[in-house]
């Protein structure tokens, strides 16, 4: 589909891109959808080990994946989905302070699933969204 513009962010987006074959970001018009991403060191691929520091990372690497995309951030987010191993209520609040903490002006959509496993062992969360992009798309 030579007519959509894939992204990849630096460090662990492009390893992901060259070992797994699947692309961070693509952009549909006005709309910026994200691969889910969890909560992994950007650079190194290391996951956090506490649940609530995952959830920050994970969001933020969504911020940096949006923002390579093009985009302006979550600011522009209207569906979120996020899958967890573990759905506890701290992994709720976590989910819940982030949301509050980058979209202080919205409340998007969001779905909340928790799954037994994800794409790797150490991944416990991870979260996909889609972005309106009218300024930037072209």
């Known amino acids: 589909m030579s007519h959509l513009q894939y992204y990849a962010y630096e460090g662990q987006g492009v390893k992901n891109r060259e070992n797994f074959w699947y692309s961070q970001a693509v952009r549909v018009g006005d709309r910026i959808e994200c691969a889910g991403q969890g909560g992994w060191d950007p650079e190194t691929g290391v996951f956090e080990k506490e649940i609530n520091a995952e959830i920050d990372l994970a969001f933020a690497n969504v911020e ?5 995309a093009g985009g302006k951030g979550w600011s522009q987010v209207f ?11 701290e992994a709720l609040g976590a989910m819940v302070r982030n949301l509050k903490k980058y979209m ?3 409340q998007p959509i969001w779905t909340c699933v928790g799954v037994a496993r994800l794409a790797e062992d ?3 969360v991870e979260i996909e969204v889609v972005a309106h992009d009218p300024q930037e798309a072209k």
């Open 104 to 106: 202080p002006d919205h």
């Open 122 to 124: 150490d991944m416990r």
């Open 79 to 89: 569906r979120v989905n996020s899958y967890h191993v573990l759905l506890s209520n």
């Open 64 to 68: 940096r994946n949006l923002k390579d």
